[in-house]
């Protein structure tokens, strides 16, 4: 048995490091929050990781390079403090993640955790198993029923889980829709396929390629629209301009406008249509604006048709629809229904973090037919956005874990 801790700014950053030191099979023993190495670097998340040595595990190495391309390091955000002196000091006290070797400083309290979380994981996978069983009627093989659970429970639309298992029996031979990893890969394949991708924002040519972000109120648009800048003026040396077109609260304007200063970019707030125009005229010769719109409530018709003059006025080249996760489906349909009247082109998830249950994100993709772009972890900026990716919505809706 050999016995790891792990410390990390977040518990992303540990897990990585667990999945990159100890491979997919470690088990996690204990996670607890830990004083940081210096006075400056504030507080830690250790955890404590396990792995049987005679299970010929290897370290996964392939999803730290995964996650290279997803998110971004430390190093990116030394070089957003670049931007600004005030930022230099705090970013660069920032300790990088440590990894202490107590493989020979075993314990009987160790054990006693692992067996703690053992005997947790096998009860969940009997929970699971008993109530596939109670619905099951014996002539649909346990695979299919524990997928369908799955997708159940993730909160997927009921007709898009019959068709989804419905696809699983036509496409897959007899014999392997009892091998449960045949299955969840097929049922993987599946959903990556009917989700579309836009991949990262791309500049153009000649003129500046202007994307609005439009929403409800308080679903994240200024932080994703500040992560986005960010990650283009940082990551890929490109010319950035903001435009807020925010006029209903002025906590969203000094939002903004305090990121645009830190950053040290240019913004323009606009309260009319003329003005748009004006803006939008004024950084033509850029790489990327954004735009910023005032979040509106599906259900007032006078403000929708605000937003759509604004929009008007401004030829987005692109217009993503901002929505959050923790909103009900049925929620998230009526806001896409309302604002499919500004014609938006993709769809920008957020808050992640903030719920178990992803099966929304498929329903609202295949609903739409939009492509998705971004998907929002949380509210550092420009850490918690990442280009959305095929196997990971997958793996989202499909539960995450074995069949």
């Not at 990551?235 to 000094?254: G, S």
């Not at 498929?362 to 739409?368: E, F, S």
């Amino acid at each position: 048995m050999k016995i790891k801790k792990f410390t990390s700014r977040s518990m992303k950053e540990g897990l990585l490091l667990v999945k990159a030191e100890l491979g997919p099979d470690a088990v996690i023993l204990n996670t607890r929050k830990v004083g940081g190495l210096s006075p400056f670097s504030g507080e830690k998340i250790e955890i404590t990781a396990a792995l049987d040595e005679n299970s010929f595990a290897r370290p996964n190495t392939s999803v730290l390079m995964e996650k290279e391309t997803a998110t971004y390091s430390p190093r990116n955000l030394k070089r957003a403090a670049a931007f600004q002196g005030q930022a230099r000091t705090a970013t660069a006290e920032m300790d990088p993640p440590t990894v202490s070797d107590t493989s020979s400083r075993t314990t009987p309290d160790d054990f006693a955790l692992l067996k703690q979380d053992l005997d947790r994981m096998k009860n969940a996978v009997y929970s699971i198993a008993e109530r596939v069983r109670s619905k099951n009627d014996g002539s649909t093989p346990e695979a299919i029923s524990v997928a369908r659970y799955l997708l159940e429970q993730n909160e997927v639309e009921p007709v898009l889980v019959d068709d989804l298992i419905g696809r699983l029996k036509r496409t897959m031979p007899e014999s392997d829709l009892s091998n449960r990893t045949l299955l969840r890969n097929a049922l993987l394949k599946l959903i990556q396929e009917d989700v579309v991708l836009s991949g990262h924002i791309a500049k153009q040519s000649g003129t500046a390629r202007r994307i609005a972000l439009v929403g409800p109120t308080g679903v994240g648009k200024t932080t994703s629209i500040a992560k986005l800048a960010s990650h283009f003026r940082l990551l890929k040396n490109m010319n950035i301009a903001l435009i807020a077109a925010d006029n209903y609260r002025m906590a969203a304007i000094e939002q903004i406008q305090a990121f645009a200063a830190i950053a040290g970019l240019p913004v323009e707030i606009v309260f009319s249509e003329e003005e748009m125009r004006s803006a939008v005229r004024k950084f033509d010769r850029y790489d990327l604006v954004f735009i910023d719109t005032a979040g509106r409530s599906q259900r007032n018709s006078e403000h929708m048709q605000d937003l759509k003059r604004v929009l008007t006025a401004a030829e987005p080249d692109e217009t993503h629809l901002v929505v959050s996760l923790t909103t009900k489906s049925s929620d998230m349909k009526e806001i896409a229904r309302s604002y499919g009247e500004t014609g938006f082109t993709h769809l920008l998830y957020t808050k992640l973090d903030e719920t178990l249950s992803y099966g929304s994100l498929y329903n609202l993709a295949m609903a739409t037919k939009r492509p998705l772009s971004y998907l929002s972890t949380g509210q550092n900026v420009p850490d918690d956005l990442r280009v959305a990716s095929a196997r990971e919505i997958a793996n989202l809706i499909a539960g995450g874990g074995e069949i």
